[in-house]
């Protein structure tokens, strides 16, 4: 068969128009490898309108359970979508990593993005040795340690925070001259004893034989290297947009994101949308990637 409408991705851009697409009566289908996207790792949701506070995993599974309350609509978890292409007559044709294929009218990109890396020496090597991604996940991990976490923004002072609880002492290395992350946040961290910030600073390798125990870092103002002594290091500096899928499709802005009409989440190929973080839009955040991929349905209806 030919579907109305693929989906690919099951962060909350993707659930939401998986539902609003049923809601249409659109007859469509959603890929996904899991569902909740970036938030599932969250201890303590307090910015998603209308929920004074919900944990990352009670997320997840609430999108989850509506999206599967939806009437008409195809779910396919577990999966990936390999390779998009053009067929001769305008579908879009979809190859799945289980070999499956699925053709569709048009096709919305919920796809997202991923965690940066460092790219030093060590970090590689020692990723799950003490090298995380994921606070939330790793913190109990590292009681009574001392603990390096990288970035200026949200994600590595909230990083910072649920370490506290934890670590003997939490070093916030930060290449900028002021953090980024909100004021709120920034007093709270800086209220604890246990937190230390270095300005202006790199980090340039990872030691340890079994896991982290050193972080060299690097002063961009005088050029001083100096050692720290860690057990842990918290990579949190941004996030690069999962767009390789339509990188011959659509066009994409100088950090590869997918560039899409603001009004309508249309990109430049006539039979492809897309909402949420994979996009060139100007903020990260759950609420605005669910009203994006609602633009883009109640959009691609219009254009049927």
């Given at each position: 068969?030919?579907?109305?409408?693929?989906?690919?991705g099951g962060g909350p851009a993707g659930v939401a128009a998986g539902v609003y697409a049923a809601r249409k009566k659109l007859t469509a289908v959603i890929v996904a490898d899991s569902f909740g996207g970036q938030s599932v790792v969250s201890a303590d949701i307090q910015n998603w309108i209308g929920v004074k506070s919900i944990s990352g995993l009670e997320f997840s599974s609430a999108l989850e359970g509506h999206l599967r309350a939806q009437e008409g609509l195809e779910i396919r978890e577990g999966e990936r979508v390999a390779s998009l292409t053009e067929l001769?007559?305008?579908?879009?044709?979809?190859?799945?990593?289980?070999?499956?294929?699925?053709?569709?009218?048009?096709?919305?990109?919920?796809?997202?993005?991923v965690r940066r890396r460092l790219?030093?020496?060590?970090?590689?090597?020692?990723?799950?040795?003490?090298?995380s991604y994921c606070s939330i996940c790793d913190a109990p991990l590292f009681k009574n340690e001392p603990v390096v976490v990288v970035g200026g923004g949200n994600s590595a002072l909230e990083a910072v925070i649920d370490l506290i609880p934890y670590a003997s002492s939490v070093?916030?290395?930060?290449?900028?001259?002021?953090?980024?992350?909100?004021?709120?946040?920034?007093?709270?961290?800086?209220?604890d004893a246990k937190v230390s910030v270095s300005?202006?600073?790199?980090?340039?390798?990872?030691?340890?034989?079994?896991?982290?125990?050193?972080?060299?870092?690097?002063?961009?103002?005088?050029n001083e290297t100096s050692s720290l002594p860690a057990r842990g290091v918290f990579v949190e500096i941004g996030l690069d947009p999962v767009s390789d899928l339509v990188?011959?499709?659509?066009?994409?802005?100088?950090?590869?994101?997918?560039?899409?009409?603001?009004?309508?989440?249309?990109?430049?190929?006539?039979?492809?949308?897309a909402a949420g973080d994979v996009t060139d839009g100007l903020y990260r955040q759950n609420n605005i990637s669910m009203g994006d991929a609602t633009k883009a349905v109640l959009n691609i209806c219009e254009a049927r």
């Amino acid at each position: 068969m030919v579907y109305d409408l693929l989906i690919i991705g099951g962060g909350p851009a993707g659930v939401a128009a998986g539902v609003y697409a049923a809601r249409k009566k659109l007859t469509a289908v959603i890929v996904a490898d899991s569902f909740g996207g970036q938030s599932v790792v969250s201890a303590d949701i307090q910015n998603w309108i209308g929920v004074k506070s919900i944990s990352g995993l009670e997320f997840s599974s609430a999108l989850e359970g509506h999206l599967r309350a939806q009437e008409g609509l195809e779910i396919r978890e577990g999966e990936r979508v390999a390779s998009l292409t053009e067929l001769p007559e305008g579908n879009l044709s979809a190859t799945l990593s289980s070999g499956a294929t699925l053709e569709a009218h048009a096709v919305l990109l919920a796809t997202g993005s991923v965690r940066r890396r460092l790219g030093v020496p060590g970090e590689q090597e020692l990723d799950g040795k003490g090298v995380s991604y994921c606070s939330i996940c790793d913190a109990p991990l590292f009681k009574n340690e001392p603990v390096v976490v990288v970035g200026g923004g949200n994600s590595a002072l909230e990083a910072v925070i649920d370490l506290i609880p934890y670590a003997s002492s939490v070093r916030l290395i930060h290449r900028g001259a002021t953090l980024r992350g909100d004021q709120v946040t920034q007093e709270r961290i800086f209220a604890d004893a246990k937190v230390s910030v270095s300005y202006r600073t790199e980090v340039v390798s990872i030691s340890g034989t079994e896991r982290v125990e050193t972080v060299d870092i690097r002063n961009s103002e005088t050029n001083e290297t100096s050692s720290l002594p860690a057990r842990g290091v918290f990579v949190e500096i941004g996030l690069d947009p999962v767009s390789d899928l339509v990188r011959n499709l659509v066009k994409l802005d100088e950090r590869g994101s997918v560039v899409t009409d603001s009004k309508t989440q249309r990109t430049s190929h006539p039979r492809i949308w897309a909402a949420g973080d994979v996009t060139d839009g100007l903020y990260r955040q759950n609420n605005i990637s669910m009203g994006d991929a609602t633009k883009a349905v109640l959009n691609i209806c219009e254009a049927r």
